[in-house]
């Protein structure tokens, strides 16, 4: 018994799309966490955002405007952002130490939640 391959014509535009539309299903997003600079899917990592106003805070949707860095939720991975002002290298600017201390702290409570 002999189990056929499936044949898609590279041809015909539906096909092409159904094929590149499988592919993008089964592929998983990664983004790079600041402290420990590995690749990790970006549903396991606490987002940090700067929007135009220059405002700097944590962004549970994920979607909120303006520039944004990963962090993996741990306590190392937290400690680690404060301790080399990561935050001041991935946004370019300086951020005061009231905002790190803020930030901080909504990590942690993130993280002793989950």
Request: charged letters at 40%.
């Amino acid at each position: 018994m002999q189990i056929e391959e499936e044949k898609i014509d590279l041809n015909n535009k539906k096909n092409v799309r159904k094929l590149f539309m499988k592919k993008k299903l089964n592929k998983q997003v990664l983004r790079k966490d600041v402290a420990s600079n590995k690749m990790l899917p970006k549903d396991t990592l606490l987002r940090i955002v700067r929007n135009k106003r220059g405002e700097v805070f944590v962004d549970h949707t994920k979607v909120a405007e303006g520039r944004g860095v990963y962090v993996l939720p741990n306590n190392i991975s937290i400690k680690k952002i404060k301790q080399r002002n990561i935050l001041d290298r991935a946004f370019k600017t300086t951020i005061n130490r009231d905002i790190y201390e803020a930030i901080e702290k909504e990590l942690m409570r993130l993280v002793n939640y989950e």
